[in-house]
């Protein structure tokens, strides 16, 4: 079955991405597993240590692979885990930052240990030609009256770039929009990602769907998506929430991608 762009994939993103050619997504934007032993439906999340490395280095070095030179990668994980997977990262790509997200609201409260807050997220593009949107992502300056700021806006800025640490509660606590999946994340927090590092048209791809924040992000924001779920459920779910997104993407349908290539994919929902 041909992959289109736009689509969900049931199946396993190793076997995916296998299939997807060399430089043919903008911007990649995930949240995989964590390792940390989740109620995912149809998986289970819990290796040793080493395992787990490992695994993830195999679905990274194909990410790597399938992003274009002006592509840009976003990688969610707990702190504990991305300090590992750094080296190799920065051994295929450049660093830009390290950021948090901070959710100042957890229900988790750890009996023997500090309450957990964050997220962290590991940015890192393909090149030093990665695109940057400054503009589509700039915050108010917190200083609007001092000459230099004034300077500035006079030239046409349109304030700052936002800091790096993000502040989102989590959507399972307090989100009208949350749905089954026991990890989703904050769409505002995925829109500024995707609006920083890719233009409308462009093409975004996500091979731990989840609960599908990133493509419903990509469809407000009239960028192609691709992703995968291993999940038959999160599918439906997934679906689910596309179906309720009024977008004008048909005009925005990723001009960018070799429309001529043939991929083969396992399964469709």
Not at 37 to 61: A, F, P, Q, T
Not at 68 to 89: I, K, R
Not at 138 to 150: C, F, K, L, V
Not at 188 to 198: P, Y
Request: positive net charge; charged residues 25%; aromatic residues 12%.
């Amino acid at each position: 079955m041909e992959i289109n762009i736009n689509q969900i994939i049931h199946g396993d993103c190793l076997n995916v991405l296998k299939n997807i050619p060399n430089e043919y997504v903008n911007l990649i934007v995930t949240d995989p597993p964590f390792n940390i032993g989740k109620n995912y439906k149809s998986y289970k999340d819990r290796m040793k240590k080493e395992e787990y490395i490992r695994w993830c280095e195999v679905w990274l070095k194909e990410c790597i692979r399938i992003l274009m030179p002006t592509g840009s990668f976003y990688l969610f994980n707990y702190p504990e885990n991305n300090a590992y997977l750094m080296p190799f990262l920065d051994k295929n790509m450049l660093f830009k930052r390290w950021m948090t997200w901070h959710y100042p609201t957890n229900t988790g409260m750890s009996p023997t240990n500090y309450t957990r807050t964050q997220h962290s997220i590991l940015f890192y593009t393909k090149t030093k030609n990665a695109t940057w949107n400054k503009q589509e992502i700039a915050e108010p300056y917190r200083n609007p009256t001092d000459r230099r700021i004034q300077e500035r806006l006079k030239n046409g800025s349109k304030g700052k770039t936002p800091y790096d640490v993000f502040n989102f509660n989590i959507v399972k606590n307090v989100n009208k929009d949350k749905t089954e999946h026991v990890c989703q994340l904050p769409i505002e927090l995925v829109e500024i990602f995707i609006k920083a590092s890719s233009n409308k048209g462009d093409l975004v791809f996500d091979p731990f769907m989840g609960s599908g924040t990133v493509a419903v992000a990509c469809k407000k924001l009239c960028r192609g998506y691709l992703g995968c779920e291993i999940d038959k459920e999160y599918c439906k779910i997934i679906n689910r929430r596309l179906s309720k997104v009024e977008t004008s993407l048909g005009q925005f349908i990723a001009p960018t991608i070799k429309k001529t290539e043939q991929i083969t994919a396992l399964s469709q929902i």
